[in-house]
């Protein structure tokens, strides 16, 4: 198995960060397997979804709706509604596993691979890339 962290930048608002082209270096020179992509913390996951046609707004758009930025949460620390954010993760989870095809991950037409981040307080979160050769 090999495994590498990176950094991401996500800022101060919420985002829906694009992860396929650091997914696609990470595993060019390996063969067929698993890639697993985790994140390490509590206020943000990782998905599959499409990008760029209005879905990661409309993701952020969904989790607003689902879990209000207020102040009917229990946990309270951090800006405002800090405590969705702590919740965020139980619908978009910490990690997803992509299968790898010849050293690409094999993800639909329209697939990317994605950082879910809406914790304003956190503008630097780490990912780790993990492969398992089949």
């Known amino acids: ?9 996500t800022g101060t608002s919420a985002v829906v960060h694009d992860l396929t082209r650091d997914c696609e270096r990470f595993v060019r020179e390996e063969g067929d397997g698993l890639l697993n992509v ?7 996951g990782v998905t599959v979804i499409e990008t760029g046609a209005g879905s990661d707004d409309d993701l952020l758009t969904a989790l607003d709706d689902l879990l209000p930025r207020d102040d009917r949460w229990r946990h309270r620390h951090g800006a405002p509604g800090h405590g969705r954010d702590h919740v965020m993760p ?3 989870g ?3 596993t992509v299968p790898v095809l010849g050293g690409s991950p094999a993800l639909g037409t329209w697939q990317s691979v994605v950082l879910v981040d809406t914790n304003v307080d956190n503008p630097v979160r780490e990912v780790r890339l993990s492969f398992l050769a089949g």
Do not use: D, L, W
Not at 2 to 8: A, L
Not at 38 to 44: G, L
């Open 1 to 9: 198995m090999r495994s590498e962290t990176i950094e991401i930048r």
């Open 38 to 44: 985790y994140v390490p913390h509590a206020t943000a």
């Open 90 to 92: 139980a619908f978009i």
């Open 94 to 96: 910490p990690s997803v």
